[in-house]
């Protein structure tokens, strides 16, 4: 993909568009997972502080898309792991959907420090959001990995150059994802939460 941000931005508007609707919103498996698999190109641009998670999250999506074969909605492929008590059983559909969510999350979180903090760092930023969203959940040794690769971090104009990007366009496209993806993982979150299953494991 020559220019990832557009479309990554599009897919996730899209997604907000079926949240909008309220109570009766229903996200399909297959259309998350796609817009999903358009931000592992992110991982990789961000260089080995994120090693890690371009791993993980690229086969925990492959996974959803998967299962998008047997179910149409997020809901109905949460319910099929309820009803099997395989919630949090490793490689279950469920716990990838929580996986990726958690990647989602976090690269919303980069783009919002990278559209209030200036200059053309993205240790920051990147330090920001891998604090609010992994850190909890990873060993003190990946901890203590991902930050000495924080130094190794591409400069913000390094990284938009890898997407193709000039500043003034990737702006608009970074905010539109920041945007439209809060609503995602809003709607995620409730839906673990309202099946009693938390988010903390």
């Not at 690269?107 to 992994?134: C, H, M, W």
């Not at 500043?167 to 608009?172: G, Q, S």
């Amino acid at each position: 993909m020559e220019r990832p941000l557009p479309a990554i931005a599009k897919a996730f508007q899209e997604l907000e568009k079926e949240v909008e609707k309220g109570g009766e919103a229903v996200i399909s498996v297959a259309d998350f997972a796609h817009a999903c698999s358009l931000i592992s190109v992110l991982f990789g641009c961000l260089g080995m502080a994120f090693k890690f998670a371009e791993k993980d999250y690229v086969s925990k999506v492959q996974d959803l898309s998967k299962a998008a074969d047997e179910f149409e909605s997020l809901p109905a492929m949460i319910d099929y792991d309820i009803r099997n008590n395989s919630v949090r059983d490793g490689g279950s559909h469920t716990r990838n959907l929580l996986r990726v969510l958690r990647g989602v999350d976090m690269v919303r979180l980069l783009f919002q420090q990278i559209l209030i903090t200036e200059g053309n760092t993205l240790k920051g930023p990147a330090s920001t959001a891998y604090d609010q969203v992994f850190a909890r959940h990873h060993s003190w040794t990946i901890r203590k990995a991902v930050g000495a690769g924080m130094f190794l971090l591409p400069s913000k104009s390094q990284f938009l150059k890898k997407l193709n990007e000039e500043e003034d366009d990737a702006r608009v496209h970074i905010q539109g994802y920041a945007t439209s993806s809060g609503p995602i993982v809003q709607y995620v979150t409730h839906l673990f939460l309202s099946k009693d299953l938390g988010t903390e494991w």
